[in-house]
């Protein structure tokens, strides 16, 4: 790889190295606020126009090709939205690396432009 990719690739591995060293919890998935029916027919929420329940904090996570759903309280919101922001940190902090890698290697074979 050429000098000058190799420091970036170099700065952009720092930078993660860096952040998995502080120690972080990271929680895969992203956080919704979804409003909501229930199951009383007779409830404002069926009304016309209907007002809808919540807004209520639903997290959403893939594992194993399957999608799982939680609902989040306020006081398990304050645990986790820092691990799920920690998690998407990290996602970016390894995509830009590989992004960076991907460079050199286009770079140094002639194969990008
Ligand atoms: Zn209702």
């Known amino acids: 790889m050429r000098a000058r990719d190799e420091q970036r690739v170099e700065r952009a591995r720092q930078r993660l190295i860096q952040f998995l060293a502080q120690g972080h919890h990271v929680l895969p998935g992203s956080l919704v606020e979804r409003s909501v029916r229930c199951g009383k027919a007779n409830c ?3 009304a016309e126009p209907p007002e809808l329940h919540g807004p209520y904090l639903q997290w959403s996570y893939t ?3 399957k ?7 306020g006081e398990q919101e304050e645990r986790y939205r820092s691990r799920i922001n920690a998690a998407r940190t990290l996602r970016e ?3 830009n690396l590989e992004r960076l890698e991907i460079q050199g290697v286009e770079r140094e074979e002639g194969w990008g432009t």
Request: net charge positive; with cysteine; charged share 30%.
């Open 67 to 73: 999608r799982f759903t939680r609902w989040l309280s």
């Open 63 to 65: 594992r194993e090709n």
């Open 44 to 46: 404002r929420c069926h």
């Open 93 to 95: 902090l390894v995509s």
